[in-house]
Nanobody, 124 residues
Framework: EVQLVESGGALVQPGGSLRLSCAAW????????MSWVRQAPGKGPEWVSA????????PYADSVKGRFTISRDNAENTVSLQMNGLKPEDTAVYYC?????????????????WGQGTQVTVSS
């Protein structure tokens, strides 16, 4: 029932920009918190950013702070990740994830729903 589909991944040169998008189906998007998580080859998942259901809280991992911006459009059931100043170490598969909003926070939290991922490759 729950579906998350990422798009926007591409091959980009260092210093370039990409905008990832995640479209959601099958749940009440407006009461869910959303996250972006990435996984580089041979490494475990790394949390990137999150946005709460009301868009008032948007934490970022230190590695992307100041370069990435998360946003959501509850009318369109989408969450986006604007990535600027991309570095080779940003190369990874990027996933969006969803969880029902609660008082437990949005960073150290369990996100039960995940998309299939979209590949971002930063290389010259």
């Amino acid at each position: 029932e729950v579906q998350l589909v990422e798009s926007g991944g591409a091959l980009v040169q260092p210093g370039g920009s990409l905008r990832l998008s995640c479209a959601a189906w099958g749940f009440t998007f407006g009461i869910y918190d959303m996250s972006w998580v990435r996984q580089a080859p041979g490494k475990g998942p790394e949390w990137v950013s999150a946005i709460n259901s009301g868009s008032g809280t948007t934490p970022y991992a230190d590695s992307v702070k100041g370069r990435f911006t998360i946003s959501r459009d509850n009318a369109e059931n989408t969450v986006s990740l604007q990535m600027n100043g991309l570095k080779p170490e940003d190369t990874a598969v990027y996933y969006c994830a969803a969880k029902a909003s609660s008082g437990s926070g949005i960073t150290a939290a369990y996100y039960p729903y995940w998309g299939q991922g979209t590949q971002v490759t930063v290389s010259s």
